[in-house]
């Protein structure tokens, strides 16, 4: 028996109808992580550049599932604070609780990533690892915003440059520069930032003296807002995922990046 045209149009409606219903639940739910300005991890965000470490982990999780699109939103260190409490993005990430977030509402997820920040000076002759022991009465480099161990992790620029002689900049090349031209004597630089320069700087790889000494380990962390579309324990389980088809390893251990376990996991 043929169908009638009416029924077969009510058939279409119906169909029609019920894609409509079941489009919205299929939605991704956006996820808006703040890029700021911290190389090799992210690199000058607000200018449109996708280079960086974190541009290659969005593009990692967003290949992985469909149920998260996650965006980058263009922040800076200090502003990072007031953009995560008023809710313009969901989520930090390479990211440490000690580092200005005690007092603001958050959830963490350990990302199982560690970095070193370390003390770079110029080689000269007779300079041992002793050098880098004491700290006093000399001219230090360093990036305005981040939380140095040694001290305490205070980050108030007037407070570094009365008790540790430091000049602050937003460059981790100012920085060296200013060592390899005597102009500091020593630059504070993230393991993994000076790993990436000195493969684009060979010719001065031996102008330079590293320290053994490590001021902190850097032990990274997402922190999401409270009511984030995603949850800390699902943000987790993506991470978790990353590791186990070795997409972690890849875009980190370039960079001299440990991966390393999680606990609980």
């Known amino acids: 028996?043929?169908?009638?045209?009416?029924?077969?149009?009510?058939?279409?409606?119906?169909?029609?109808?019920?894609?409509?219903?079941?489009?919205?639940?299929?939605?991704?739910?956006?996820?808006?992580?703040g890029a700021a300005h911290f190389p090799p991890y992210t690199v000058r965000p607000e200018t449109g550049a996708d280079t960086g470490l974190l541009p290659q982990l969005v593009e990692a999780l967003n290949a992985l599932q469909s149920d998260y699109q996650f965006v980058l939103v263009p922040t800076s260190i200090p502003r990072r604070f007031g953009d995560f409490k008023q809710a313009r993005v969901d989520m930090a990430i390479f990211e440490n609780p000690d580092w200005g977030w005690k007092d603001i509402p958050h959830i963490t997820v350990d990302m199982g990533l560690e970095d070193a920040e370390i003390f770079v000076a110029q080689r000269e002759p007779g300079r041992q690892q002793s050098y880098f022991a004491n700290l006093a009465g000399k001219r230090l480099a360093l990036f305005s915003g981040y939380h140095y161990e040694f001290s305490n992790f205070n980050a108030d620029p007037k407070f570094l440059a009365q008790n540790y002689n430091a000049t602050l900049t937003y460059s981790h090349d100012s920085n060296l520069l200013m060592v390899l031209r005597g102009r500091a004597d020593?630059?504070?630089?993230?393991?993994?930032?000076?790993?990436?320069?000195?493969?684009?700087?060979?010719?001065?790889?031996?102008?330079?003296?590293?320290?053994?000494?490590?001021?902190?380990?850097?032990?990274?962390?997402?922190?999401?807002?409270?009511?984030?579309?995603?949850?800390?324990?699902?943000?987790?389980?993506?991470?978790?995922?990353?590791?186990?088809?070795?997409?972690?390893?890849?875009?980190?251990?370039?960079?001299?990046?440990?991966?390393?376990?999680?606990?609980?996991?």
Request: charged share 15%; net charge positive.
């Open 186 to 265: 020593i630059a504070l630089v993230t393991r993994s930032y000076l790993s990436d320069y000195l493969l684009r700087n060979q010719q001065v790889a031996d102008q330079l003296l590293v320290s053994q000494r490590v001021d902190q380990i850097y032990h990274h962390y997402a922190i999401l807002r409270p009511t984030a579309p995603i949850s800390g324990a699902a943000f987790g389980e993506l991470l978790q995922d990353l590791r186990e088809n070795g997409q972690m390893l890849k875009i980190f251990e370039p960079y001299r990046i440990a991966v390393v376990p999680v606990p609980g996991n």
């Open 1 to 33: 028996m043929m169908s009638s045209p009416i029924r077969t149009a009510s058939v279409v409606l119906l169909a029609a109808l019920s894609s409509l219903w079941i489009v919205p639940s299929q939605a991704a739910q956006l996820v808006r992580i």
